[in-house]
């Protein structure tokens, strides 16, 4: 079975659609003909792997690669229509607890305490620091970043690339960006740079023990999963990180629309949807209008007109 080849997807898409067909869809489907599948079959598809208790997002990712093979065979006349078109994620689907998404600050001090080294910790604190997706960050090499020499100085980082099974494109326009890096993290970078031999520009930024560029199963496995478990941290992976940095951020009174370039979303609403999640008492200050609403010592309070 071939996952949408006539889409234009990028390999690393392609071989995640295979993944999910091969693991879900298959199973399911055997060996029914194209022609033989029925919305109500794509429907049933959806449904059960509700009820195996998989998160809705799941279902979604296990959805798009259905959807899209069927939409290429029917392109192609195999078929009179895709019957996965208007198939929708059940609500019985397990939801997200929006609320395991963003790391407190008791639990970061935690992770720090139990991160193996200090060029592991520096890592975790960078992506905080920057929001990064951990394939952007296991993409920078040295020549990504400009840290100027001195005191009181910021940095610059610029995210061109991404690596996930080789190197490949930002994931959309917007992830190509540059992001400016605080006085604080750029000492640190260049500390860390000090403790590297012969350093060359198109070295990794991060690096294994053997001093080669990490892959995301390794980087995982050997540093944040039993980071995480030592921590008492028992749920979520590197994008907790991710959704921390733009909570934070939003907490600082950032604007979604400065949330958003940071993060390199195409849009303010998907970033405030999706990786922005406040409590009941992270509202803005109270006392922020108090200058305009006549509260402030320094400002005579207005009057509201009387009606005529």
């Not at 930002?170 to 993290?185: F, Q």
């Not at 992270?282 to 006392?287: E, H, I, L, Q, Y």
Request: aromatic residues 6%.
């Amino acid at each position: 079975m071939q996952a949408a080849q006539g889409a234009a997807f990028r390999e690393n898409t392609r071989q995640e659609y295979r993944r999910d067909l091969e693991r879900l869809a298959l199973p399911f489907f055997g060996r029914m003909m194209l022609a033989a599948i029925e919305p109500q079959h794509v429907k049933e598809y959806v449904t059960k792997l509700a009820a195996n208790g998989y998160a809705a997002g799941t279902i979604r990712n296990a959805l798009a690669p259905v959807r899209a093979m069927l939409a290429d065979a029917a392109e192609d006349g195999l078929i009179r229509f895709n019957p996965a078109a208007g198939v929708r994620v059940p609500s019985t689907a397990k939801q997200p607890d929006d609320r395991r998404k963003v790391l407190t600050r008791a639990e970061l001090e935690r992770l720090g305490s139990k991160l193996g080294s200090e060029e592991d910790q520096l890592l975790v604190d960078f992506l905080l620091a920057t929001g990064l997706r951990v394939s952007e960050l296991i993409g920078l090499d040295w020549a990504d970043l400009d840290l100027p020499a001195g005191r009181d100085l910021e940095g610059r980082l610029r995210v061109r690339r991404r690596f996930y099974r080789g190197f490949d494109a930002p994931k959309s326009k917007m992830s190509r960006r540059e992001l400016r890096v605080s006085d604080a993290m750029r000492q640190r970078l260049l500390k860390l740079r000090s403790t590297r031999e012969h350093v060359q520009e198109a070295d990794p930024l991060f690096v294994s023990p053997q001093g080669r560029r990490w892959n995301y199963a390794n980087l995982y496995n050997r540093v944040l999963k039993p980071a995480m478990r030592a921590a008492g941290i028992e749920y979520g992976g590197f994008h907790r990180l991710r959704h921390t940095c733009g909570t934070e951020a939003a907490r600082h009174d950032k604007a979604s629309r400065q949330i958003q370039r940071y993060l390199g979303h195409h849009d303010s609403a998907f970033t405030e949807r999706v990786y922005v999640h406040l409590e009941a008492d992270d509202g803005m200050d109270p006392a922020a209008l108090d200058d305009l609403a006549g509260c402030s010592p320094s400002k005579p309070a207005l009057r509201l007109a009387s009606a005529s």
